[in-house]
C-alpha cells in the first residue's frame, strides 16, 4: 500500500522541480504525469530545453522514448523516427515497440504528460502544457 507515513518511500514516481539560475531566480518549474513514464519524460525535455536550446515548447512536443529494465524493452511514441529502433537493437536493446503497454498495462498510454513554466529573455514566465493531452496553461 502506497500509505503516507514517516520514513515511506512514496510509490509514485512525482518529479516535480524548480530550478534556479546563479542570481537564485527561477528560471523554470516542471512537472508531468504518467506514472511510468514520467522520470524518462522529464528527464528528455529537460535535456532538449536545457542541452539542446530547443524553446520548452518544442522540447516538450518531440517524440518520447521510453526505456526501462523490466521488462527489457524501449517504448517509443508512433511519431519517433523509425531509423532508430535498428540502432538501439546494436547496443542490446532486446525489443523497441510503439505499444506501451509492455511498459505500463496499458496499450497506446500517453508517455507522460509535461507541464512548464520558464522565464524567456525579457525575464516573464510562460506557461506550456503537453499537447498530448490538451489542456491550456494558467497562473498569475
Request: proline share 7%.
Given at each position: 500500500?502506497?500509505y503516507k507515513i514517516?520514513g515511506k518511500r512514496?510509490?509514485?514516481?512525482?518529479?516535480p522541480m524548480i530550478?534556479?539560475?546563479?542570481?537564485?531566480?527561477?528560471?523554470?518549474?516542471?512537472?508531468?504525469?504518467?506514472?511510468?513514464?514520467?522520470?524518462?519524460?522529464?528527464?528528455?525535455?529537460?535535456?532538449?530545453?536545457?542541452?539542446?536550446?530547443?524553446?520548452?515548447?518544442?522540447?516538450?512536443?518531440?517524440?518520447?522514448?521510453?526505456?526501462?529494465?523490466?521488462?527489457?524493452?524501449?517504448?517509443?511514441?508512433?511519431?519517433?523516427?523509425?531509423?532508430?529502433?535498428?540502432?538501439?537493437?546494436?547496443?542490446?536493446?532486446?525489443?523497441?515497440?510503439?505499444?506501451?503497454?509492455?511498459?505500463?498495462?496499458?496499450?497506446?498510454?500517453?508517455?507522460?504528460?509535461?507541464?512548464?513554466?520558464?522565464?524567456?529573455?525579457?525575464?516573464?514566465?510562460?506557461?506550456?502544457?503537453?499537447?498530448?493531452?490538451?489542456?491550456?496553461?494558467?497562473?498569475?
Open positions: 500500500k502506497d514517516p512514496p510509490m509514485s514516481k512525482v518529479s530550478m534556479l539560475n546563479s542570481k537564485k531566480e527561477v528560471e523554470i518549474v516542471i512537472g508531468a504525469a504518467g506514472g511510468f513514464f514520467i522520470p524518462t519524460t522529464l528527464a528528455s525535455t529537460l535535456s532538449f530545453y536545457l542541452f539542446l536550446h530547443d524553446n520548452i515548447t518544442t522540447a516538450i512536443a518531440r517524440p518520447r522514448i521510453h526505456c526501462q529494465l523490466f521488462p527489457p524493452t524501449v517504448v517509443v511514441e508512433e511519431t519517433f523516427p523509425t531509423t532508430i529502433g535498428p540502432l538501439l537493437n546494436q547496443y542490446s536493446h532486446q525489443y523497441v515497440t510503439n505499444d506501451t503497454y509492455s511498459a505500463s498495462g496499458q496499450s497506446h498510454a500517453i508517455m507522460g504528460v509535461v507541464q512548464a513554466i520558464v522565464r524567456n529573455q525579457e525575464g516573464s514566465y510562460e506557461a506550456v502544457c503537453d499537447y498530448r493531452k490538451g489542456g491550456l496553461p494558467s497562473g498569475f
